[in-house]
């Protein structure tokens, strides 16, 4: 049952490690463990059931676009619904259709079963961020975003290196992959059955799907993320060009960094501004894909990984900080749903663009153009305008 929701209560107890946010670190975490699994394995499946690297893109880019298609519906059905019922819709959606990857004999049909889970993810994920909104401190959002971003952070470190692990190593294979992540959404569920939800009061008349005072933001982590889903899809393929062992390793050295710098920068962005975080986490990331460009041992790998998580954690609660700032409550889903929106839309146009850019220049060409939409983003940065948190609501 959704309970009282106290606005003026939460900004004067300003308690972060409430119980309702503990639960939903660890809901986090089963649910982007669910996510991770499937992240490096899909694309390895794509190719054994026989696609080329552009149809390998393309079963990323397609999740990533239903995802982006769904999300604005979701944000504001979540601010007239209520966030309980639609976590709970999604997460058992996105069990059925991690389940029906099994029965996939052709790329055409992963493709369609990709576009309909990606719904499912747009669902839960952008449900989950607006319960966060709605659950941390205003004056202590930045340092809560960072640490909501540990658990899938934590999720980041061990689910890819175990779907790999699963599909190489393991009697289960693909199909005990498929299992886990539909089992992890199950859990998840269940966990988000004891949270305490908010009870928003829902808007009244018509109101814009996606969310203005979000819109830079999104803008900005679009840009931030199509490199990073062309590191995800095929740095695998990558490593195994160049006759490298346990790339897994990776995804491990990689969400470790990210657990150092997302709430170390959460922090500071809440005292310091925005800028202290997303500047140096954009010139970072540049600085690890010239590296991954250049890898031909799994130590330039690692060292990629550790420079592309310290910088993708710096930048990414600032940015999720910034999106919900300035926003009430009762727009909170549709500022979430417009911020997911940019992050999935980067993923997707970036493991679309650059899977074709690697056919012609390879994968470190491919790494070395990722750097272009980081200038970009750095640019839109510095476009005039507030950039600073407010010191009150």
């Keep these: 049952m959704e309970e009282e929701y106290n606005e003026k209560e939460e900004e004067i107890t300003h308690n972060l490690l409430s119980r309702d946010f503990i639960l ?43 995802a982006i298609l769904i999300r604005p519906f979701i944000g504001r059905a979540l601010d007239i619904f209520g966030r ?40 839960t994920s952008t449900t989950a961020n607006t319960v966060a909104s709605d659950i941390i401190p205003y004056k202590r959002l930045g340092e809560g975003m960072g640490y909501f971003g540990l658990a899938s952070t934590l999720a980041m470190a061990i689910g890819p290196a175990l779907g790999l692990y699963l599909i190489q190593e393991s009697q289960y294979g693909f199909k005990g992959v498929f299992i886990f992540s539909a089992a992890a959404f199950i859990i998840a569920l269940i966990l988000s059955l004891g949270i305490r939800y908010p009870t928003v009061k829902p808007l009244s008349g018509k109101k814009a799907l996606f969310e203005r005072k979000a819109l830079k933001s999104a803008v900005i982590v679009s840009l931030l993320t199509m490199p990073y889903g062309s590191v995800v899809t095929f740095i695998a393929l990558y490593a195994q060009e160049q006759g490298i062992e346990n790339i897994g390793l990776y995804f491990t050295v990689y969400a470790l960094a990210l657990m150092v710098s997302r709430p170390l920068f959460g922090r500071l962005s809440d005292r310091k501004g925005f800028g202290i ?15 991954l460009s250049r890898a031909n041992t799994l130590m330039l790998f690692l060292l990629a990984g550790i420079v592309y998580g310290v910088s993708f954690g710096a930048a990414m609660p600032a940015l999720q900080a910034m999106s919900v700032q300035k926003v009430p409550p009762n727009r909170r889903g549709a500022a979430s749903a417009t911020y997911s929106t940019g992050f999935d839309f980067g993923i997707g146009l970036g493991s679309i663009i650059l899977g074709a850019v690697a056919q012609f220049v390879g994968y470190s060409g491919m790494y070395l153009t990722g750097i272009i939409p980081l200038v970009l983003a750095l640019i839109i940065f510095f476009i005039p305008g507030e950039r600073k948190r407010e010191s009150s609501r």
Excluded: D
């Design 24 to 66: 939903l670190l660890f809901l986090n975490f089963i649910m982007f463990m669910g996510f991770q699994i499937l992240m490096p394995v899909l694309p390895t499946y794509a190719r054994y059931l026989g696609g080329s690297e552009s149809k390998v893109g393309f079963i990323v880019g397609i999740f990533s676009f239903s």
């Design 84 to 123: 309980k019922r639609i976590f709970i819709i999604g997460f058992l959606a996105f069990s059925l259709f991690s389940l029906s990857y099994m029965a996939a004999s052709t790329v055409l049909f992963l493709l369609f079963l990709r576009f309909f889970h990606g719904f499912c993810w747009g669902t």
């Design 277 to 291: 975080a997303i500047v140096p986490g954009l010139l970072g990331v540049m600085i690890a894909l010239f590296l």
